[in-house]
């Protein structure tokens, strides 16, 4: 061994013995007589001295050593004078007698600290060096601790770790496939796989009973901040299940994660509907930290001549608590904020409940004073609080009042990243209407059961039809999803036929897995979490970029080994492609 501690291990009780340290030269720092070096690996920092008096040739060596040199230094561990309270090796320090320049390096390209002068671009472009930065790379060890939990705790409860293939068949459904050109069958493909969703059926068939992978999936998705090409998930099914049990063993799995990663102990998850969800918070990933649910005024409102509230299909709002103290300004640049593009509103009415109990609004040339209150009594506001209320069409005004009510959270400092407020959004539709291809598509995949109840609506109101499909969502943001599936045949049918396949374009595509239905597949179920933003989550950070080791940028480019890249003509020949 080149070392005989590690940078992060010294403490008071070794003073006085001799040790061998290796690592990066973080920084140096010259006061004349004496030269200090802090010396870095991945577990910590030590302080190094050089004395002059003491030493002076070595001294002068140590002198020339430069930012990111990886050296080997002997010496003796001695109380600092100068204690260092934020640092856990900050007792002690050690006096050289020996250094040794393991290798030179060149300067970085900005600073190797966690807070760097490099931007984005550049510390993509030199990721290797990111890594070194310990905010990074404690997302990495962040990471490692979830995955071992996570194999512990599935592990204990009975799941086996399987591996599926990456080179699959590409189709036709869900997102778009990355393919890869079969050299050996010209003119064919493999495509990579979205997710594992029918080898883990096809281990149920097999009668694994619990199956689990910390997987790799790849969609071709347009291009959307913070997504990601490949992307891991934790992917999971179990077989002889209802819904309960899943959601039993999920919720486990995710409060182990808490318990054992952050030490945070949890109540049991709330359970809420997607018809709920889209009604109180405008989204099928309600953010539940606060509460600014959303109240429908329809029937208070209509009747008024005010023509927007008239021929709206829906006029709902939400009452912000205390902000009645909102400037005419402040509301004139909230009112531009939900006209944006992003957000669509058409206009924003508001109602501002003063602490002396007297109300103004926007709308006050078509309600008075005593129709306002009724409409704060319906919206449990208090004086001081603010009324916020969009009107349009439902689906619209649901979703561009979500944007405002997390907008609000946000300004209110409602949604801090230290508190976690997981919830099971549940039986979402089962089918999706999508306008320009005028069919039906699964609003999760083909393979997801209806609710029981739901059935005969298959065949005579299809997008009535509920899923038996859940989704974990914390803090907004969702974390995984999952669903109990068809293991019917005849039901299967009846679904491939509400998606609009033909009898033979489902044996095409799906043909390996109805075949293996045909040989006794279990009642089953299961889910997957997205990795990489349940440990951005758990490291309270937006991005889940810092918790992935070499990922793509917002162009999907990895512009470190610049990837992608053309290939040689030769390859393309070889691989039967022809360019044009
Ligand atoms: N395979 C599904 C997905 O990737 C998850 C599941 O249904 O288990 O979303």
Redesign the pocket.
């Known amino acids: 061994m080149l070392r005989t501690h590690h940078c992060g291990e010294l403490r008071l009780a070794e003073a006085g013995i001799r040790v061998t340290l290796a690592g990066w030269l973080q920084r140096s720092r010259d006061f004349g007589g004496m030269t200090f070096i802090d010396l870095r690996d991945r577990y910590g920092i030590t302080q190094l001295v050089f004395n002059m008096e003491t030493d002076a040739g070595l001294c002068e060596e140590a002198r020339k050593l430069g930012r990111e040199y990886v050296i080997q230094v002997t010496g003796k561990v001695a109380e600092r004078s100068n204690k260092n309270p934020n640092l856990p090796t900050g007792d002690i320090e050690i006096i050289v007698e020996e250094i040794k320049v393991l290798n030179q390096a060149k300067i970085p390209p900005f600073t190797i600290e966690d807070k760097t002068d490099g931007g984005d671009e550049l510390r993509m472009q030199y990721r290797y060096l990111d890594l070194r930065r310990p905010v990074v790379r404690k997302n990495m060890e962040l990471r490692h601790r979830m995955a071992m939990e996570t194999r512990n705790y599935l592990s204990d409860q009975g799941f086996l770790e399987i591996e599926t293939p990456f080179m699959i068949r590409s189709t036709p459904e869900g997102a778009r496939d990355f393919v890869v050109p079969s050299r050996m069958n010209p003119g064919e493909f493999y495509a990579l796989p979205q997710?594992p969703?029918t080898f883990k059926q096809l281990l149920m068939v097999s009668g694994f009973d619990r199956y689990f992978q910390i997987v790799r999936?790849f969609r071709d998705e347009d291009l959307r901040a913070d997504r990601q090409p490949e992307f891991t998930?934790i992917?999971c099914e179990m077989s002889f299940v209802e819904r309960e049990d899943v959601l039993h063993t999920f919720e486990g799995l995710t409060r182990h994660l808490f318990s054992k990663v952050k030490g945070l102990q949890t109540d049991p998850f709330p359970r809420m509907t997607y018809a709920d969800a889209m009604r109180l918070y405008g989204s099928d990933k309600p953010d539940i930290r606060f509460g600014m649910t959303f109240f429908e005024l329809t029937p208070w409102v209509r009747g008024h001549g005010f023509p927007v509230f008239d021929s709206a299909e829906l006029v709902a709002g939400i009452n912000v608590p205390g902000a009645a103290g909102y400037t005419r300004k402040q509301l004139d640049e909230l009112t531009d904020w939900v006209k944006r593009p992003q957000i669509g509103a058409k206009g924003l009415v508001y109602v501002r409940y003063n602490e002396d109990g007297t109300l103004k609004s926007s709308v006050d040339k078509f309600y008075t004073e005593e129709q306002l209150k009724k409409w704060a009594s319906e919206m449990d506001a208090r004086p001081g609080d603010l009324m916020l209320i969009l009107s349009g069409d439902t689906h619209h005004t649901r979703k561009a009042l979500g944007e405002l009510r997390l907008e609000m959270g946000q300004r209110l400092g409602l949604r801090n990243p230290e508190v976690f407020s997981p919830l099971w959004v549940v039986d979402f539709p089962l089918l999706e209407w999508d306008e320009e291809a005028a069919r039906f598509f699964a609003m999760?995949?083909p393979f997801t059961s209806p609710l029981p109840d739901d059935i005969p609506l298959l065949a005579t109101d299809p997008g009535k039809v509920r899923a038996d499909a859940y989704d974990l969502v914390i803090n907004g943001v969702e974390i995984g999803?999952?669903?109990i599936r068809i293991h019917d045949r005849g039901l299967q049918q009846q679904m491939f036929k509400a998606l609009g396949f033909s009898e033979q374009e489902a044996r095409s595509q799906f043909g390996f897995l109805l075949n293996a239905f045909e040989f006794g597949a279990p009642p089953h179920g299961?889910?997957?979490f997205g990795f990489d933003r349940l440990c951005s989550l758990f490291g309270g950070s937006e991005s889940i970029r810092d918790f992935i080791a070499f990922p793509k940028n917002n162009a999907g480019r990895d512009v470190m080994i610049n990837s992608p890249a053309p290939i040689s003509e030769a390859q393309l020949k070889e691989l039967n492609i022809r360019t044009v």
Do not use: L, T, Y
Request: hydrophobic residues 15%; charged residues 10%; glycine residues 24%.
């Open positions: 997710s969703q999936c998930q992917d999760h995949h999803g999952g669903s299961g889910i997957a």
